[in-house]
């Protein structure tokens, strides 16, 4: 049993990054690294700056050059940015540099085809320098891997519809406008509606995972943007006002996938605002024999993603080289016990 | 690839059979096979007694050894009684001939401490023939692989919660008295909350495989019968009356278990007359960091039992030898392909 901890870069030190470098430290990873741009926090010990209660004599930085050369680090935890295009550069820096990656970028879950040349320009890189590449977070668990464990009970699947959902209040008022806040539901349908580009949303790319986990392949994916109407008078105070009934407090981005096996999958991914006692949502339906039904009510989507991400460093280490995306890896299991028992066979 | 189908003997020919055997059949089994000692369907072919469309050749039969003596299953699907002392003959006759077993027995889940003798003698004999016995069923996922499956998204469990649920209604009058039902609560307090001789319930066994699947070890286990009293006047058609509100309309069994880690897993097992809404429950909590809180809608639960059951059998032909619970078990999975695809490193 080798019992040498586990050296990290925590690549990203903003909102996300205190919980995971917490998380880091509680599972006995050892942080060697921390990147970031923020003048704000440059200069910080991660120790004083995730709250540890403690110093870990590793100082936040801009350089991550500097960094990624100056440790030997078994894994980047990366939290930055949305698409794989954003993350693109950093990704190159750790893989050039036979580095592994764990990142929260939601396009990274499966972006085989969203993004597929940087994606296959990773791979070939990383199985060069005998390193793997994963994107992880929510999704790995909540809308791909549970869904498989769940359809263990199952004997035919016909059709799975997933809902989830985020607070449009969350994120500020360009966001609250590309959501149809406050329109009628005819500006919606003429302005928001029908896009001429289509952005893959994210359950584009779990749902795409899921197809793989099942071993189906894929026909057709389709989205359509849904307006939310609020069904009652709805404060945002994104928009400083209140929303009257009948107006649009958000919208749905639905994904149907079909499989040339047969299966449907229709997740519907919304953003809306939320009343006083609404949550996060993430609801699964298995239409088949028999049919379920299950539900995570309100999830603590940044503390799931951060633990999530943390828990599935293990089987990343272990992971064979290239980008191995979550649906094709080991299942991500609970630390019961520090990090490094669970790498080369520990204890899974 | 091995293409040969897997080749099974049926069991127990009562009601889950019905599903096993055409789930069996869907997946493309080779069911050579088929045991049961009732005169109602002794003689019957299993295509016609399950209802398949088309005879499949195989009749049913009471003579268990000149069934496992005159075919060559690669496993048993043993659908009989609740308790590893009523099975016991039965898998003794299977694991001497070196066939695997999987059963939906409940006690066999985990009977590791409840019947301990009998299961490490299976064991023994099972190791010397090269066969693996394993207990299987709705437990198998729902009351433990998917809280493990969530779990991964966790970073620190103190406490799980769990609520399961049958209802009273369908299994007769004598099971109804004896959970309480029509009893006032000083009744019941006298009568059935502080029995002399505790019989583990089945969350016993599924709390001691949850222990296990995360690498716990077990301090104790303590079991106690709550009663649930009726909200509102409640009719049971099994006693024929209306039961009114104040009254106990069926109890919970409690059992907590505690670990030398320090989580503890309370479990509430319920049989209740069902009010004419309600279906089973599967309803989990996590608390720790962060808190979660995850529900399988009224679960069907003899279909996600026998689906259960049948998508187990690749893992069981796969394993090692001896019994072998299912929480040490590879993840069962849906079976998208034939199952013969799924065992000896095929699809998975």
């Known amino acids: 049993m080798d019992l ?43 120790g004083d700056y995730a709250g540890l209660g403690t110093k870990v004599g590793t100082i936040i930085s801009d350089d991550a050059d500097r960094v990624l050369d100056d440790t030997d680090p078994d894994i980047a935890v990366m ?24 990142t929260t970028c939601e396009e990274a879950i499966y972006p085989w085809t969203t993004s597929a040349a940087l994606t296959n320009q990773i791979d070939t890189i990383a199985k060069e320098t005998d390193c793997t590449v994963t994107g992880s977070g929510m999704q790995d668990i909540y809308w791909i891997n549970v869904i498989a464990s769940v359809a263990g009970g199952v004997n035919r699947i016909d ?28 500006e919606f349908e003429q302005k928001l509606a029908h896009p001429d580009d289509i952005v893959p949303s994210y359950v584009w790319n779990s749902n795409e995972a899921l197809v793989n986990r099942f071993g189906w ?28 009934a009948g107006k649009v407090i958000g919208m749905s981005t639905v994904v149907t996938t079909e499989t040339f096996q047969g299966p449907v999958i229709v997740t519907s991914q919304i953003g809306k605002v939320y009343g006083p006692d609404e949550g996060d949502l993430a609801t699964w339906r298995i239409l088949g024999e028999p049919d379920c039904e299950f539900e995570l009510k309100k999830p603590d989507t940044p503390r799931h993603t951060c633990a999530t991400m943390i828990n599935r460093i293990p089987t990343v280490i272990d992971a064979p080289a290239g980008y191995v995306t979550a649906e094709k890896l080991r299942q991500v299991e609970y630390l019961s016990y520090p990090m490094q028992l669970y790498v080369g066979g520990g204890i899974w």
Chains 1, 2 share one sequence.
Not at 27 to 34: K, L, P, R, S, T
Not at 233 to 240: A, E, F, R
């Open 4 to 46: 040498e901890k586990i050296r990290v870069v925590q690549y990203g030190c903003g909102k996300m990054s205190k919980f995971t470098l917490r998380y880091l430290y509680e599972h006995g990873a050892q942080i060697v690294g921390a990147i970031d741009n923020n003048p704000a926090v440059i200069g910080q010990d991660v």
């Open 79 to 102: 939290t930055l940015f949305s698409l794989v295009s954003d993350i693109y550069p950093h990704v190159i820096k750790c893989v050039e540099r036979g580095i592994n990656v764990v």
């Open 159 to 186: 059709r799975i519809e997933g809902a989830v959902s985020y607070n449009v209040e969350d994120y500020g008022l360009a966001l609250a406008r590309v959501h149809g806040v406050d329109m009628t539901p005819d």
């Open 217 to 244: 392949t894929l026909r057709s994916n389709r989205q359509e943007n849904v307006p939310y109407i609020a069904e009652q008078d709805t404060y945002s105070s994104t928009m400083g006002k209140t929303i009257p």
